[in-house]
């Protein structure tokens, strides 16, 4: 007797995607060399990795690395890791199922729970926004001496720049990012040599955690930070829409090749972005921490002294530099994420112009009230207090995410296996976990 088995096919999006203009815009080669292909897939990793150095980034690595030295090595290389995993999920739903995560939220569950996880997001991106936009003032206002207030109004203004762009085709907008993120790395490396860190406790603490991080709560407080920064609710959001830009066959060979070299382009990308944080904490415990200024976590109090402690004159102004490279890039991404979170939640339906302001101004306003009433005292505890935000946050995206990967109707052959969902579950389990710790450690 004869027998044939099935498989289940995902099931097909019906639904008007939330970058319609760029959509299957890309075109990507189907055979060839390995390298053409991932080139053709380059970008949606690099545009995701943007906010695992962003200013929030900045912040916390400032603050653990002039307080506790190479201690939170550990912390950046975990939480990387489970970016990987996680960003690996987000991109995964969103070529097999054609869905993005905010779309697969409103179609699975109930209208007030939709309702409830699009607040819950949109006060994560207000949070990522305040760290995005306040980095990127206070950069100007380092280098061009602009008022902080001023600094966050023109910073608001890329939204035209995004506009402009996309205009001219989504791959503008990725090579843009990629060169900002180039400059970044290129300034940071520099300035890591001048430091001359210890290279064996560097290795160490990368790999070998920490027991004081269960036991002191200042420094939870700051691992924690350092994991709401590196581990973006809003970054799953964006990457399971933008890897959906790529024009590969909507089939089951032809996602699958799309997942294999989405996969590629968001670790490699991924791992710039650990290097990147790493080397902002790196130089914190090089420059400040070993010369007794445990207490700099404020980002011009670092602008200024870092030219006398690494005595090179172009440190201060390099550093500068790659903030306001780091603050822009982030803030171009964060108004693209704003925009799928909110029409994906809401589907709402609107001018791709009108769109873009509702979702900035959204994003924007917090900010600017913050740095209004606060000014230029205090930044570097808001900074820091928003990625505890973000991570507080975090849960309501990931518990999603893996939920729904592992859902065979939704996902078909791409499915997760055992092992990928046992450790998404892990991982979603430790993030709560960790939060929950850092609220008891609090209140006590």
């Given at each position: 007797?004869?027998?044939?088995?099935?498989?289940?096919?995902?099931?097909?999006?019906?639904q008007?995607p939330?970058?319609?203009?760029?959509?299957s815009?890309?075109?990507?080669?189907?055979?060839?060399?390995?390298?053409?292909?991932?080139?053709?897939?380059?970008?949606?990793?690099?545009?995701?990795?943007?906010?695992?150095?962003?200013?929030?980034?900045?912040a916390?690595?400032?603050?653990?690395?002039?307080?506790y030295?190479?201690?939170?090595?550990?912390?950046?290389m975990?939480?990387?890791?489970?970016?990987?995993?996680?960003?690996?999920?987000?991109?995964?739903?969103?070529?097999?199922?054609e869905r993005?995560l905010?779309?697969?939220?409103?179609?699975r569950?109930?209208r007030?729970?939709?309702l409830a996880?699009?607040?819950?997001?949109?006060i994560?991106?207000?949070a990522?926004d305040?760290?995005?936009?306040?980095g990127?003032?206070?950069?100007l206002?380092l280098?061009f001496?602009?008022p902080?207030?001023?600094?966050v109004i023109?910073?608001?203004?890329?939204v035209?720049?995004?506009l402009?762009l996309?205009?001219?085709?989504f791959?503008y907008?990725?090579?843009?990012?990629?060169?900002?993120?180039?400059?970044i790395?290129?300034?940071?490396?520099i300035?890591?040599?001048?430091?001359r860190?210890?290279?064996?406790?560097?290795v160490?603490?990368?790999?070998?955690?920490?027991?004081?991080?269960?036991?002191?709560?200042d420094?939870?407080?700051?691992?924690i930070?350092?994991?709401?920064?590196?581990v973006?609710?809003h970054?799953?959001?964006?990457?399971?829409?933008?890897v959906?830009?790529?024009a590969?066959?909507?089939?089951?060979?032809?996602?699958?090749?799309?997942?294999?070299?989405?996969?590629l382009?968001?670790?490699?990308?991924?791992t710039?972005?650990?290097?990147?944080?790493?080397?902002?904490?790196?130089?914190?415990a090089?420059?400040?921490?070993?010369?007794?200024?445990?207490?700099?976590?404020?980002?011009?109090?670092?602008?200024?002294?870092?030219?006398?402690l690494l005595?090179?004159?172009?440190?201060?102004?390099?550093?500068?530099?790659?903030?306001?490279?780091?603050?822009?890039?982030s803030?171009?991404?964060?108004?693209?994420?704003?925009?799928i979170?909110?029409?994906?939640f809401?589907?709402?339906?609107?001018?791709?112009?009108?769109?873009?302001?509702?979702?900035r101004?959204?994003?924007?306003?917090?900010?600017v009230?913050?740095?209004?009433?606060?000014?230029?005292?205090?930044?570097?505890?808001?900074?820091?207090?928003?990625?505890?935000?973000?991570?507080?946050?975090?849960?309501?995206?990931v518990?999603?995410?893996?939920?729904?990967?592992?859902d065979?109707?939704?996902m078909g052959?791409f499915?997760?296996t055992?092992?990928?969902?046992?450790?998404?579950?892990?991982?979603?389990v430790?993030i709560?976990?960790?939060?929950?710790?850092?609220?008891?450690?609090?209140?006590r």
């Open positions: 007797m004869n027998t044939t088995t099935s498989i289940a096919k995902p099931e097909t999006s019906t008007r939330t970058l319609p203009n760029v959509f815009s890309i075109a990507v080669p189907e055979s060839g060399k390995l390298w053409r292909r991932a080139l053709g897939f380059a970008g949606p990793g690099f545009m995701v990795a943007v906010g695992y150095m962003d200013p929030g980034n900045w916390t690595d400032l603050a653990a690395g002039s307080r030295g190479y201690t939170l090595l550990f912390v950046i975990a939480s990387n890791l489970m970016a990987i995993l996680l960003q690996s999920l987000a991109l995964k739903l969103g070529i097999a199922s993005d905010a779309q697969a939220c409103r179609e569950y109930s007030p729970a939709t996880l699009w607040i819950v997001a949109e994560a991106i207000a990522c305040l760290a995005e936009v306040i990127s003032a206070i950069a206002q280098l001496h602009i902080l207030i001023l600094g023109i910073t608001s203004l890329d035209l720049l995004i402009l996309e205009n001219r085709g791959r907008l990725e090579a843009l990012v990629m060169v900002l993120i180039g400059t790395a290129v300034l940071f490396g300035e890591t040599i001048l430091s860190p210890e290279w064996f406790p560097i160490r603490n990368l790999f070998v955690p920490s027991r004081a991080m269960l036991t002191n709560p420094m939870l407080y700051i691992a930070s350092i994991l709401g920064a590196t973006m609710p970054n799953l959001y964006l990457h399971s829409s933008i959906q830009t790529r590969y066959p909507r089939t089951v060979s032809g996602k699958r090749g799309a997942i294999r070299m989405a996969n382009d968001s670790a490699v990308a991924l710039g972005a650990l290097f990147i944080n790493a080397a902002i904490l790196i130089l914190a090089a420059v400040f921490h070993r010369s007794g200024h445990t207490e700099v976590a404020e980002i011009s109090d670092a602008y200024k002294l870092l030219t006398p005595g090179f004159t172009g440190a201060s102004m390099m550093f500068a530099l790659a903030l306001l490279a780091s603050g822009q890039n803030t171009i991404t964060g108004t693209l994420a704003g925009q979170v909110m029409e994906g809401l589907d709402l339906h609107l001018p791709n112009w009108l769109r873009r302001l509702i979702t101004l959204v994003a924007i306003i917090p900010a009230i913050v740095t209004a009433i606060y000014g230029s005292d205090g930044t570097a505890k808001l900074l820091v207090f928003s990625q505890v935000v973000l991570s507080m946050q975090l849960s309501f995206a518990f999603p995410l893996v939920a729904f990967t592992s065979r109707k939704m052959p499915t997760n055992r092992w990928v969902r046992w450790l998404s579950w892990f991982v979603a430790l709560a976990g960790l939060n929950i710790w850092l609220l008891v450690q609090t209140f």
